[in-house]
């Protein structure tokens, strides 16, 4: 894999210690000026060449290179301090029923190309997803909560929603996660019909963005994006200086190939490994670090709980008693430890660990506790389903009411530590459980077509607020047999009007744990999803995202948490921005 990579990158110029793609004219780059990332998303090769328009896939380039080298958001957030970051603007504020929005740009942004950046640009391209919803990325959400945008001055941008968005600036202007807003430039995307446009023209010097790299190269084998010589951070003094990276190089790679890439250093930068082969791989190359210092817990959060979500339209699992049995037979430390070696950390309820979520979940203690979740107990799995008219047939395992063998499939993706585990605790409380191990790309198909009983899966969602998880439980989400789900973030089918009025009363309230009524709201939403029981939180994601300091230093860790560390996340351009090399 060594040979082939390297052969794919630059041939022996890599192991040289260069890295230049003579053919095409680029100049040398030494490898310890140069950054090479994995991206995010697993692939054989490049996935598109040739197209790089930020609206036209999840898994293509905007969140596995575009968005810490061309593009820049509006606003980044330190999601481990709940910390907003002004970047290409300055400010947002709301007016008094939060139906609008008035965002200031800061002075002085220009485009790569040299242009000026403003509010037409960011006018356009809500126009521009508006008029193309449902089609493109992001269109759907835009076209749903934006009535209209308007320029009102060249750094002044208003933006009138369709219905009271008290969240709306922070989850679609700042948080830079799933919900992303890409500005493009409207002198050169004007008259294109973006459905199609593959904004991809290296003669041009497309695509233009205002960040500090522009791309130079796009071939099956790998990307190049080289320093610019000028960059409007620097000049309007956001910046202190450019980037110390003069190339960056994205090159993909499958799940198997990483942890040789990286115990090599032929990546600096890509996606997480389990801890025990981060250990391994640090083993053989000790100038690896992640988030913590020391292990077990190598990570960090992301966001996301790793749960066991429920089809409730699917019958057995339509019985509230059986996922509530299921939860009893549960022991989430014993998960934790042998399925995980101890490097995620457990959870009962779908909340991450950010600040902004810790402030709600100390004022709700008492909800949590009397929810009873955690802790495993036959007795009480004995108890749930004898009253709901289950009973144990001649072999000991448990039957349905009207005596039909009670047989459950749990899917879990491929490479998840969890299946023996979740498996034998559940035989062991009499449940005639097996595991299928599926493709991640199966195992989300199956989830989006309800193709499924029990699926351990992530839900990400609650960064600062609870909502951002419970409105996933919306009968809104709740497709009807037969058809897919509206949300990957949303597949349990789950539907309850109670639910449903306290959500619509949370989603029109700015939200704070300061706030009494607000909080109110918060733990009646939570004791709900906590009785009911659509899916069953086991553990918080905590992902072990490896980061290569032979060549490059500077990132972010617990000592030093100046940025959310997943990669994906259009937060991570400050880490580019703020990387040094260490071999001067």
Not at 141 to 157: F, G, N, Q
Not at 539 to 551: H, K, S
Request: hydrophobic fraction near 40%; glycine fraction near 8%.
């Amino acid at each position: 894999m060594r040979l082939r990579l390297s052969a794919l990158l630059c041939g022996a110029a890599l192991l040289a210690g260069t890295c230049a793609t003579f053919a095409q004219g680029l100049p040398d780059v030494p490898r310890n000026r140069t950054l090479i990332s994995q991206g995010w998303d697993f692939y054989n090769q490049v996935p598109s060449i040739d197209n790089f328009n930020p609206y036209a896939g999840v898994l293509l380039h905007q969140r596995n290179s575009l968005h810490y080298t061309v593009y820049e958001a509006l606003f980044y957030t330190n999601h481990f301090t709940n910390e907003l970051i002004p970047w290409l603007g300055e400010s947002y504020s709301y007016n008094g029923d939060f139906t609008e929005v008035t965002i200031k740009l800061r002075p002085g942004v220009t485009w790569s190309d040299g242009e000026s950046f403003g509010a037409d640009d960011i006018v356009f391209t809500i126009d521009m997803l508006k008029a193309a919803a449902p089609d493109l990325l992001f269109s759907g959400a835009i076209a749903e909560w934006v009535k209209s945008a308007e320029a009102v001055d060249p750094l002044t941008v208003k933006i009138t929603l369709t219905k009271p968005g008290p969240r709306w600036a922070q989850d679609f202007l700042a948080t830079g996660q799933s919900t992303r807003l890409v500005v493009v430039p409207k002198h050169i995307w004007e008259g294109q019909d973006p459905k199609t446009f593959t904004n991809f023209d290296l003669a041009k010097g497309w695509p233009v963005g205002t960040g500090p790299f522009k791309l130079v190269k796009s071939d099956a084998s790998s990307l190049f994006f080289d320093l610019r010589d000028t960059w409007w951070a620097k000049d309007a003094g956001v910046a202190a200086a450019l980037p110390e990276i003069k190339r960056i190089i994205y090159v993909p790679a499958t799940a198997e190939a990483m942890p040789q890439l990286y115990a090599t250093s032929q990546i600096d930068i890509g996606r997480n490994i389990q801890s025990g082969v981060f250990e391994a791989a640090r083993a053989q190359n000790p100038n690896l670090t992640a988030w913590n210092a020391e292990g077990p817990v190598w990570g960090a959060p992301n966001g996301c709980v790793i749960g066991l979500r429920f089809n409730v339209q699917k019958p057995p699992f339509d019985s509230d008693a059986l996922r509530q049995a299921v939860n009893a037979a549960l022991d989430r430390d014993q998960i934790v430890n042998l399925a995980y070696e101890g490097s995620v950390l457990k959870a009962v309820l779908p909340y991450s660990s950010y600040k902004g979520m810790l402030d709600y979940v100390d004022n709700m203690s008492d909800t949590i506790a009397s929810a009873g979740l955690d802790g495993r107990s036959t007795d009480k799995v004995d108890q749930l389903l004898t009253q709901a008219g289950f009973k144990k047939g001649a072999s000991g395992k448990w039957e349905q009411p009207d005596g039909k063998p009670l047989q459950m499939e749990i899917q879990i993706g491929q490479g998840d530590p969890i299946g023996p585990v979740l498996s034998e605790q559940l035989q062991s409380a009499g449940f005639d459980a097996v595991v299928n191990v599926q493709q991640i790309t199966a195992q989300t198909e199956a989830l989006t077509a309800g193709n499924f009983g029990m699926s351990v899966y992530p839900h990400c969602g609650s960064l600062y607020d609870p909502w951002q998880t419970l409105e996933h439980f919306h009968s809104k989400y709740a497709a009807k047999p037969g058809e897919a789900s509206k949300n990957l973030r949303a597949p349990t089918r789950y539907a309850n009007a109670e639910l449903d009025k306290l959500l619509d009363a949370m989603q029109a309230r700015q939200p704070s744990p300061k706030d009494a009524a607000y909080m109110d709201l918060v733990k009646q939403a939570t004791a709900i999803l906590a009785r009911d029981l659509p899916e069953i939180a086991l553990f918080e994601e905590i992902q072990t995202q490896p980061f290569n300091t032979t060549y490059w230093t500077g990132f972010p860790s617990s000592a030093d948490p100046y940025v959310a560390q997943p990669l994906p996340w259009e937060g991570f351009a400050l880490v580019i921005h703020r990387l040094k090399p260490t071999q001067q």
